[in-house]
């Protein structure tokens, strides 16, 4: 069993800064990619930005340069700093972990249950 707990969102106005924590916690052997969603109301789902185990990165375009993904794997922990927010972010975002579990050193795929980011004036 896995558990994903997101914090750190909230109500912020164009330009500001939140910094967004996921910790995992459960039966873990060892994390592989970690990462970050978003979902705004009437879209779909998108992938924001992506860790490797190793700290290699990936982001969408529309955050490029704006925001920073990184982790600390004896946390277990992953963190997105979220600068120069704009009111097209706002949306619930939700942490991902692809997760090599203890029992029978299976992989599994887990989410948290999203924290909310409202970008608004």
């Known amino acids: 069993q896995v558990q994903l707990v997101e914090s750190g969102g909230g109500l912020v106005q164009p330009g500001g800064s939140l910094r967004l924590s996921c910790a995992a916690s459960g039966s873990i052997f060892s994390i592989n990619a970690m990462g970050w969603y978003r979902q705004a109301p009437g879209k779909q789902r998108e992938l924001v930005a992506s860790?490797?185990?190793?700290?290699?990165?990936n982001y969408t375009d529309s955050v490029k340069g704006r925001f920073a993904i990184s982790r600390d794997n004896a946390k277990n922990t992953v963190y997105l700093q979220m600068n120069s927010l704009k009111p097209e972010d706002t949306a619930v975002y939700y942490c991902?972990?692809?997760?090599?579990?203890?029992?029978?050193?299976?992989?599994?795929?887990?989410w948290g249950q999203g924290t909310q980011v409202t970008v608004s004036s």
């Open positions: 860790i490797t185990s190793g700290g290699s990165t």
């Open positions: 991902n972990a692809d997760v090599m579990v203890l029992r029978h050193l299976r992989r599994g795929d887990y």
